[in-house]
Each structure stands twice: as C-alpha cells, then as structure tokens.
C-alpha cells in the first residue's frame, strides 16, 4: 500500500537504485550537463519538499528536511549548478540533516524520461518489451542454485534485485523447488540491493507449513490508515520445507527488501544470518520525476517488525554469526559440516 498521488509503478525503480547512480556518473563524465536555472532550481526544491511534506513517515524529521532545503537555497547554495551536481548537493544535505540512505536525488535523462511517459500514460509497447527483456537477461535477479549431496545442502543465489512479476515468481518458484529436498538451505542476498517485498514473502511462505502463516512486516506511513500488515503467502507452489534449516547470508551492500527477507526471518527465529551488518535501508518509497533529469527516490513506509516499531533503518540487520560478507557462504557450510559431524559422533 502506498499514497494514492504515487503510481505502484514507480516503486519498481527502487530495484535499479545502485545503477543509475553509477549512469549518473557516466553520463556526466561523456556530455556536458547544462546548468539549472534559479527558477528550475525553486521548483524541483518545491516538488521535493511538498513530497516530504505529504508523504515521508516521520514528520518532524520531514519538516527538518523542509527547512534545511530552505535555508541552502536562500543562502544561494543551488545557483549555476549542473543538473548532476544539483542533485548530488541536494542528496548531500538531506542526508546530513538525517541518513535515510533511500532518500536521493539523481540525475538520469533516459529514467527521467520513462518515467515522466509512466505518469503521463504514454509508455509505448517498445519501453515495456526493453525492460522484460533486460529482466529476463538478468533471470529476475537469480544467479544460480547448486546442490550438493553430500551435506544436503541447497545453495540459491539471488544478487540481482527482488522483483515482482509473474515470471519472477515462477524464477522463484523453479529455484525453490529444486532445494526442495534439501536439509540445508543456503540462501545468498549479498550484494542484493533490494526491490519488492513481496518477493521475500513468498520465498518465506516456503519454510512455513500451509495453514501457518506468519506475520512477516508491518509498514508505517504518514497516514495510519495506509498501515499494512505484510503476511506470507498462504500458497506457494511446489514442497515447503518447514524443517530444513535455513540460512542467508548478507553483507553491507544487501539493501532494503532484501534486508527485509534477512530481518523478518532472523526475527521468526527461522534463519540464520551470516556475513555483514546490512545496509540500514528500511523505508520504501516511489520514483518521482521532477525536473531538468532530475528523479527522486521519495521514501514513503518505514518498515518495522510486527507490532512493534523496531526495524533496520539505520542500523541495519545484525548478523547472527558475525564475519566479513566475503566469508559468508564458507562460515554456513562450516556449520553445517559441523553440526553434521557432531551429529554422526553421537550416533556412533
């Protein structure tokens, strides 16, 4: 659930965050970047702070926000910027007045420009069969799924977003069900950046018996009424494994849903989490376009455990077995050959 004045669209841009950061870059260093006008300059602080205003979560951190923008542009600290400095000096003291690492401005003509056609209704079919072929490419984010006999053990990779469409369930779905008789799960989210949660609610319907549902996340917006209890899914196709033992390995790069799937499941006392303290992204929200190629990433529901305001924003996902994110995947199959050993001493 979101604000009405949001199209569920643009939600999806959350997925590629890291990437156009990194166009941003590129683009500036290959043409020159026209200055914004004073002008300019006004509305899109105008459209950033009326965005924090309705919609952010936290409204005395909004109204903080508000004020330092304010202040920056009477003290003339936005005139004769090029776009892609504009917006790395917006993002900049936003995140001086508070560190929501999901609160940012970019620069990005080719994103500005899908996604105004978004909002204006005039994507074209060719827009549409480009971004289901770049999914496809990247396999809706799953790398690989290796198993091995020996110990048991499933080992599914998913470095490249959480997405939500039908193929991307069925992506899901085709891993799941061949780790499906698997004593050990390992699943590998380092590097993953984020993007839908309803990815991570299906993958975890898969550890639940039917019948079993668990509240998984709670999400906070400005207005309580657009409060959302997020539940697993009551169906998932394919064999639960309910009794396998689970573990997810993350690092400091593993972003905002993805953070979500390791944080729920560490709370539910179903998983074990290994690598890095994550990223401390816990507040979802929407692209906006605004001006000039400018987008921002509007944060608009802080996510939390169930019935209780505790989340990750901010401080990220503790690790349960605390090691550098690079060692991850090494520490969870040392564990497991461990507790295997252990358990074929005693039956001796």
Same mark, same amino acid.
Request: charged share 30%.
């Given at each position: 659930?979101?604000?009405?004045?949001?199209?569920?669209?643009?939600?999806?841009?959350?997925?590629?965050?890291?990437?156009?950061?990194?166009?941003?870059?590129?683009?500036?260093?290959?043409?020159?970047?026209?200055?914004?006008?004073?002008?300019?300059?006004?509305?899109?602080?105008?459209?950033?702070?009326?965005?924090?205003?309705?919609?952010?979560?936290?409204?005395?951190?909004?109204?903080?926000?508000?004020?330092?923008?304010?202040?920056?542009?009477?003290?003339?600290? &936005?005139? *004769?910027?090029?776009?892609?400095?504009?917006?790395?000096?917006?993002?900049?003291?936003?995140?001086?007045?508070?560190?929501?690492?999901?609160?940012?401005?970019?620069?990005?003509?080719?994103?500005?420009?899908?996604?105004?056609?978004? &909002?204006? *209704?005039?994507?074209?079919?060719?827009?549409?069969?480009?971004?289901?072929?770049?999914?496809?490419?990247?396999?809706?984010?799953?790398?690989?799924?290796?198993?091995?006999?020996?110990?048991?053990?499933?080992?599914?990779?998913?470095?490249?977003?959480?997405?939500?469409?039908?193929?991307?369930?069925?992506?899901?779905?085709?891993?799941?069900?061949?780790?499906?008789?698997?004593? *050990?799960?390992?699943?590998?989210?380092?590097?993953?950046?984020?993007?839908?949660?309803?990815?991570?609610?299906?993958?975890?319907?898969?550890?639940?018996?039917?019948?079993?549902?668990?509240?998984?996340?709670?999400?906070?917006?400005?207005?309580?009424?657009?409060?959302?209890?997020?539940?697993?899914?009551?169906?998932?196709?394919?064999?639960?494994?309910?009794?396998?033992?689970? &573990?997810?390995?993350?690092?400091?790069?593993?972003?905002?849903?993805?953070?979500?799937?390791?944080?729920?499941?560490?709370?539910?006392?179903?998983?074990?989490?290994?690598?890095?303290?994550?990223?401390?992204?816990?507040?979802?929200?929407?692209?906006?376009?605004?001006?000039? *190629?400018?987008?921002?990433?509007?944060?608009?529901?802080?996510?939390?455990?169930?019935?209780?305001?505790?989340?990750?924003?901010?401080?990220?996902?503790?690790?349960?077995?605390?090691?550098?994110?690079?060692?991850?995947?090494?520490?969870?199959?040392?564990?497991?050959?461990?507790?295997?050993?252990?358990?074929?001493?005693?039956?001796?």
């Amino acid at each position: 659930m979101k604000p009405n004045c949001y199209k569920p669209v643009a939600l999806l841009g959350l997925l590629s965050l890291p990437l156009f950061m990194s166009a941003q870059t590129t683009t500036a260093a290959k043409d020159a970047v026209p200055v914004v006008s004073k002008d300019a300059t006004h509305e899109i602080i105008e459209k950033i702070s009326k965005g924090l205003d309705e919609s952010y979560p936290f409204p005395d951190i909004s109204k903080k926000y508000i004020a330092a923008l304010k202040s920056q542009e009477a003290k003339k600290a &936005y005139e *004769n910027l090029p776009a892609d400095q504009l917006a790395k000096k917006l993002t900049k003291d936003l995140r001086e007045v508070h560190k929501d690492v999901h609160l940012t401005i970019f620069f990005s003509k080719d994103y500005f420009e899908q996604l105004t056609r978004t &909002y204006a *209704n005039t994507s074209t079919p060719e827009d549409e069969q480009k971004e289901l072929e770049k999914k496809r490419r990247n396999n809706y984010g799953f790398d690989a799924v290796e198993l091995d006999k020996k110990t048991s053990t499933a080992y599914i990779k998913i470095s490249g977003g959480f997405h939500g469409e039908q193929e991307a369930f069925e992506m899901a779905a085709n891993a799941m069900n061949m780790a499906a008789y698997s004593k *050990n799960i390992i699943i590998d989210i380092r590097d993953n950046g984020g993007g839908t949660g309803m990815m991570g609610r299906f993958i975890a319907g898969y550890f639940f018996n039917p019948g079993d549902e668990r509240y998984y996340l709670h999400g906070y917006h400005k207005d309580r009424t657009k409060d959302i209890q997020e539940w697993t899914y009551p169906f998932v196709p394919g064999k639960r494994m309910p009794d396998s033992k689970l &573990y997810i390995l993350v690092n400091k790069r593993t972003a905002s849903a993805t953070e979500g799937f390791a944080f729920a499941m560490q709370k539910m006392h179903r998983a074990t989490v290994i690598g890095d303290t994550t990223a401390g992204a816990g507040i979802a929200g929407s692209m906006i376009p605004l001006k000039e *190629n400018l987008v921002v990433f509007l944060p608009v529901k802080m996510v939390a455990a169930p019935d209780s305001d505790q989340g990750w924003e901010g401080i990220g996902v503790l690790p349960d077995v605390a090691v550098k994110g690079e060692d991850a995947r090494t520490e969870a199959e040392r564990i497991i050959k461990k507790e295997q050993e252990e358990v074929a001493a005693k039956t001796k």
